[in-house]
Each structure stands twice: as structure tokens, then as C-alpha cells.
């Protein structure tokens, strides 16, 4: 997609020409875009036509007294106009848009927002909803906004404008990544091929790349991550990504994410219904890998170290079976009682590994669980940390992403479930706080470092089209990853 920003005054919206021109509209025709636009608008308000409802589009075709061939009003709602509801707002207009064949589109910043936080808004909220999840059909829709432009007032700084359209642009392009990645159907994107797209694109921006495969791993100790691997006929592999931004020996953040490129339970397999979908359990590797693209672009002073741990987990003649005992790298031993939670599995000795590889802060995403769907639904995914101060800093950076996550606890008693009989733990907890559980079981593996967890089972893919997306992967947590990185990075200097 092409960006260009405009700055201009209300009177020169008027003589703006393009396909479609799309103004933020509340109760009451628009004031702010000048006084043509405010008339235009005008007719689109009797009999309700248009009545400035959250997420409602008003279209009328060759407004008199502009420009444009068509102006969209898109509604404001009686809430407040925040990042997350523009960012909803601009993707809403252009899935309308686009699905009527055009291809320009041109959004006026609404006043309330820093002209920075609206282009970002607008920015990625169209190159979102750019996104079609019909990769491999023979005819492929290929209806995109192609070209998009941001009007601003015409005294808004432009530099601050200009950086905020680059860094916006690499954000959508991480989202973009994330989502492709998690699109994939199983049997094209293997373990291996997942291990490659994550190459090509370390190459392309710069950071250090290694593949850890299963000899290295098995020296390693990795003993967790290969009993998910042993069932499946395709090699494991193990991406670390490094991005050296910040000062030899200072704070490292690990991003770890989830790669299991398909999800049949194995020998505790799982039921055939929607079971296509556990394609998408790399989910949280995709914004892992799609965030270090970001955070490479955007050269952040800080260091960090990624790992995707990638696998499948399928019941084969080698697959671990229950009641198996597994030695993780760290050395504790794991019990399997029920070889679907293998998540935590290969994010155990992940986690261990980047601690090894000095990471001071750690973050993982991972599809871990369907009770955090139970316990959250599809709106906000399950946040877990052990350090309060952690928290903060992630939440004040999650706060400007507009993606929805909730703090669950962890509590030592919810970590009595999954004590081990024959070894030291358990990889299942039982029926009852299932998401909890499965936290405590990666906190086994972080000791003190300070740790966020982030189950995204319920928020990693749409299972339903919304105004403002399509059906499909969502991209979550990638703008999150970025942002905490970004909020390290700024604590540092
Ligand atoms: N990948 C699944 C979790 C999942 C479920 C993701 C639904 C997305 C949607 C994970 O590996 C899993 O199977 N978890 C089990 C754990 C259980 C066996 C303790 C689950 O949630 O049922
Ligand atoms: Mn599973
Ligand atoms: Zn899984």
C-alpha cells in the first residue's frame, strides 16, 4: 500500500481529488473538514440514513461541492474516539471500500487524536484490513486499497508526521507477517519452511539468525521440546533471532512464541471437529518473528533475543505416550499426562534457553490453552505475569496497541495441581483453571526473571468476518511485542 500524507485546510479538502473520501462523522453532520463537507454530508442525516452510530458507514456518490467522487462517513459513536476505535473505524471503511472495487482511499484525521496517533491509527487499520486470508485460491479477490492518504491540518509538524507514517508502515508490515505466517495451512508451512521464511526475512532486515535442528537440540539437553517433536515425521526446528540494538551487557528481552506448525493432540489426540484449525497453534511464533522484523526496522536500542521453538505434534509409532517422563533442559522432569498441552513443552525449554542466552526480561505468546477461551472468550487474551513492576511496563505499552488483554493471576496453589508423582511436574493441571495451570508450568521454567505470559488462544484468529477484518488471523500480539519493546527500549536511555 502507498501512504502519502496531505496537510491541508478545510477549503482545499473540497478540491481534494480521489476515489473515496472518508471523514469521521458523529450525531451531526461534520464541522471540522470545512463547510462543502459539512453540506455534503448534510444529506446523508434525515430519515437516519446516517446517524453517527460507532462503526456505522454512510456512502454518498459525487458529493456536491467536492472533489471526491464519493465521501464516506464513518461513525464516531457516543463513546470517545480513541486509537483502537479509529483503528477499527479506518479498517471498517476500507473492507467497504475495497469490497466495492476501489482502490484510493483518502481519511481526514480527526481532531481529538495527536495527528500522530491518527496516522498510525488509520495506517495500520487499512493496511489491516487489506489483508484477504484467500491465499491459495486460484482467483485470488486482489481488491486492496492501494493507494491511501492521510489529510492533516495544514499547520500539523511534519517531520512528526512523516516518522509517525514510516514507523506505522513497519508496524503493519510486522501485523502483515504475523498474519500470512499464521494463515498457513500445516502442510505447507512445516517446521522447516517456517525455519526458512523466518531466515529470508532475519536476512532481508539484519538480524542474526541461527536454526537450531534436532542433533543441536538434543545436545542442548532439550529433552521437552523433542518429545513433542519425536511423533512427527517432519524435523523440529528451534529459530533463534538476535537484534543487537542495545549496549553490550545491558537488559536483553527474550520474545518467545509458540510454533507448533499443526496441533492434532497426538497420542491424546484431539476431536476432528475444527481440528483444521490448530494450523494457526504457530500463532504466537508468527508475532514473535513478525515483531523482530518490526523491532530490527525500527532499530531500537535495546537488545533482543527471539526464539520460536517449531514442531508439529502428531500421534506417529514414535510419539510420546501418557504417563512418559521427559527431561527438560533445565533439568526437572516432566510427567506427561496428556500429550496436548505440549505448548508448554517446547516453551519450557525456550524460555530456559533464553535465560541461558542472557535474556534479563522475558515475554512468550502462545496459543496454550482453550481454557482461556472459556475464562475470556474471542475479546481479550490472557495475560500472566510474576513481577508487578513487569506488568506496569507492559501494560502501559499494551495500553497503546488497542489489542485486548486481561491479567490472570498466578498463585502457588494453582501450582500445587500440577505437582508430579513420579517427577517433578506435571504437564497438565486438570479441568479447573486450566489456563492458570498452564502458566504456573512455564513459571517453573523462568525462575526470577521478570516474565510475561500471554495466551492467545481466543484472540489469535477471527473466526467470524468484523467490519473491520476479515475472518482469520488477526495478528495478535505482534503490535504488543513491538510496543514493549519500544517502552524497554525508552526506560534504558
Ligand atoms: N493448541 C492448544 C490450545 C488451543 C485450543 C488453541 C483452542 C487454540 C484454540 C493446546 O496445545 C492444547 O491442546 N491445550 C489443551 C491443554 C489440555 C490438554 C490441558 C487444551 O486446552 O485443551
Ligand atoms: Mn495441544
Ligand atoms: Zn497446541
Same mark, same amino acid.
Given at each position: 500500500?502507498?501512504?502519502?500524507l496531505?496537510?491541508?485546510?478545510?477549503?482545499?479538502?473540497?478540491?481534494a481529488?480521489?476515489? %473515496?473520501?472518508v471523514?469521521? !462523522? +458523529?450525531?451531526?453532520p461534520?464541522?471540522?473538514?470545512?463547510? &462543502?463537507l =459539512? #453540506? @455534503?454530508?448534510?444529506?446523508?442525516?434525515?430519515?437516519?440514513?446516517?446517524?453517527?452510530?460507532?462503526l456505522?458507514?454512510g456512502?454518498?456518490?459525487h458529493?456536491r461541492?467536492?472533489q471526491?467522487?464519493?465521501?464516506?462517513? %464513518?461513525?464516531?459513536g457516543? !463513546? +470517545?474516539?480513541?486509537?483502537?476505535?479509529?483503528?477499527r473505524l &479506518?479498517? =471498517? #471503511? @476500507?473492507r467497504?471500500?475495497k469490497?466495492?472495487?476501489i482502490?484510493?482511499?483518502?481519511?481526514?484525521?480527526?481532531?481529538?487524536l495527536?495527528?500522530?496517533e491518527?496516522i498510525r491509527?488509520?495506517?495500520?487499520?487499512?493496511?489491516?484490513?487489506?489483508?484477504?486470508?484467500?491465499?491459495?485460491?486460484?482467483?485470488?479477490?486482489?481488491?486492496?486499497? =492501494?493507494?491511501?492518504q492521510?489529510?492533516?491540518?495544514?499547520?500539523?509538524?511534519?517531520?512528526?508526521?512523516?516518522?509517525?507514517a514510516r514507523?506505522?508502515?513497519?508496524?503493519?508490515?510486522?501485523?502483515?507477517?504475523?498474519?500470512?505466517?499464521a494463515?498457513?495451512?500445516?502442510?505447507?508451512?512445516?517446521p522447516t519452511v517456517?525455519?526458512?521464511?523466518?531466515? =529470508?526475512?532475519?536476512?532481508a532486515c539484519?538480524?542474526?539468525?541461527?536454526?537450531?535442528?534436532?542433533?543441536?537440540?538434543r545436545?542442548?539437553?532439550?529433552?521437552?521440546?523433542l518429545?513433542v517433536?519425536?511423533?512427527?515425521?517432519?524435523p523440529?526446528?528451534?529459530?533463534v533471532?538476535?537484534?543487537?540494538?542495545?549496549?553490550a551487557?545491558?537488559?536483553?528481552l527474550?520474545?518467545?512464541g509458540k510454533?507448533?506448525?499443526?496441533?492434532?493432540?497426538?497420542i491424546?489426540?484431539k476431536?476432528?471437529?475444527?481440528?483444521?484449525?490448530?494450523?494457526?497453534d504457530?500463532?504466537?511464533?508468527a508475532?514473535?518473528?513478525?515483531?523482530?522484523?518490526?523491532?530490527?526496522?525500527?532499530?531500537?536500542?535495546l537488545?533482543?533475543?527471539?526464539?520460536?521453538?517449531?514442531?508439529?505434534?502428531?500421534?506417529g509409532?514414535?510419539?510420546?505416550?501418557?504417563?512418559?517422563?521427559?527431561?527438560?533442559?533445565?533439568?526437572?522432569?516432566?510427567?506427561?499426562?496428556?500429550?496436548d498441552?505440549?505448548?508448554?513443552l517446547i516453551?519450557?525449554?525456550?524460555?530456559?534457553?533464553?535465560?541461558?542466552?542472557g535474556?534479563?526480561?522475558?515475554?512468550?505468546?502462545?496459543?496454550?490453552t482453550g481454557?482461556v477461551?472459556?475464562a475470556?472468550?474471542?475479546v481479550?487474551g490472557?495475560?500472566?505475569?510474576?513481577?508487578?513492576?513487569f506488568?506496569?511496563?507492559?501494560?502501559?505499552?499494551?495500553?497503546?496497541?488497542?489489542?485486548?488483554?486481561?491479567?490472570?493471576?498466578?498463585?502457588?496453589e494453582?501450582?500445587?495441581?500440577?505437582?508430579?508423582?513420579?517427577?517433578?511436574?506435571?504437564?497438565?493441571?486438570?479441568?479447573?483453571?486450566?489456563?492458570?495451570?498452564?502458566a504456573?508450568?512455564?513459571h517453573?521454567?523462568?525462575g526470577?526473571?521478570?516474565?510475561?505470559?500471554?495466551?492467545?488462544?481466543?484472540?489469535?484468529?477471527?473466526?467470524?468476518n468484523?467490519?473491520?477484518m476479515?475472518?482469520?488471523?488477526?495478528?495478535?500480539?505482534?503490535?504488543?511485542?513491538?510496543?514493549?519493546?519500544r517502552?524497554l527500549a525508552a526506560?534504558k536511555?
Open positions: 500500500m502507498d501512504t502519502e496531505l496537510f491541508l485546510t478545510p477549503a482545499q479538502i473540497a478540491s481529488e480521489t476515489e %473515496a473520501l471523514v469521521v !462523522a +458523529g450525531k451531526t461534520p464541522q471540522e473538514a470545512g463547510p &462543502a =459539512a #453540506a @455534503a454530508a448534510a444529506s446523508l442525516y434525515p430519515n437516519d440514513e446516517f446517524s453517527g452510530k460507532a456505522e458507514l456512502l454518498l456518490h458529493p461541492g467536492l471526491a467522487q464519493r465521501l464516506l462517513l %464513518a461513525g464516531r457516543e !463513546a +470517545g474516539l480513541g486509537a483502537l476505535e479509529l483503528w &479506518a479498517g =471498517a #471503511a @476500507a467497504l471500500l469490497g466495492k472495487g482502490k484510493q482511499m483518502t481519511a481526514v484525521a480527526p481532531e481529538g495527536a495527528p500522530a491518527a491509527a488509520i495506517v495500520t487499520g487499512v493496511d489491516s484490513a487489506n489483508f484477504d486470508p484467500d491465499t491459495y485460491k486460484s482467483e485470488r479477490k486482489q481488491r486492496q486499497i =492501494a493507494k491511501l492521510v489529510i492533516l491540518p495544514a499547520n500539523a509538524d511534519k517531520k512528526t508526521a512523516e516518522t509517525a514507523e506505522a508502515a513497519i508496524l503493519a508490515g510486522a501485523q502483515g507477517f504475523a498474519r500470512e505466517l494463515n498457513e495451512p500445516g502442510n505447507r508451512l512445516t517456517m525455519g526458512q521464511r523466518a531466515q =529470508a526475512m532475519a536476512k539484519g538480524l542474526e539468525f541461527e536454526l537450531i535442528g534436532a542433533e543441536k537440540a545436545e542442548l539437553g532439550m529433552g521437552a521440546f518429545a517433536a519425536q511423533g512427527s515425521a517432519e523440529p526446528v528451534m529459530m533471532l538476535r537484534h543487537r540494538g542495545g549496549a551487557g545491558g537488559p536483553t527474550g520474545l518467545i510454533g507448533v506448525t499443526f496441533d492434532s493432540g497426538g491424546s489426540i476431536p476432528a471437529d475444527k481440528m483444521d484449525l490448530m494450523k494457526f504457530m500463532a504466537g511464533g508475532a514473535t518473528l513478525g515483531a523482530m522484523q518490526a523491532i530490527a526496522a525500527l532499530k531500537l536500542p537488545n533482543v533475543i527471539a526464539i520460536v521453538p517449531a514442531t508439529e505434534n502428531m500421534p509409532g514414535r510419539a510420546q505416550k501418557p504417563g512418559d517422563v521427559q527431561t527438560a533442559m533445565s533439568g526437572k522432569t516432566i510427567e506427561i499426562l496428556n500429550t498441552a505440549e505448548g508448554r516453551l519450557a525449554d525456550a524460555l530456559h534457553y533464553a535465560r541461558q542466552l535474556a534479563t526480561h522475558l515475554i512468550d505468546a502462545a496459543t496454550l481454557a477461551v472459556v475470556l472468550g474471542n481479550h490472557g495475560v500472566f505475569a510474576n513481577r508487578d513492576d506488568y506496569a511496563v507492559f501494560e502501559a505499552a499494551r495500553r497503546r496497541t488497542g489489542e485486548k488483554m486481561w491479567r490472570l493471576p498466578l498463585d502457588a494453582y501450582a500445587d495441581q500440577i505437582k508430579g508423582t513420579v517427577g517433578d511436574i506435571l504437564n497438565t493441571g486438570g479441568r479447573w483453571g486450566g489456563a492458570i495451570t498452564a504456573e508450568f512455564l517453573a521454567f523462568v526470577e526473571t521478570p516474565w510475561i505470559h500471554l495466551d492467545i488462544a481466543g484472540t489469535a484468529w477471527l473466526e467470524e468484523k467490519p473491520w476479515p475472518k482469520g488471523p488477526t495478528g495478535a500480539p505482534t503490535y504488543t511485542l513491538i510496543e514493549l519493546a517502552e526506560a536511555n
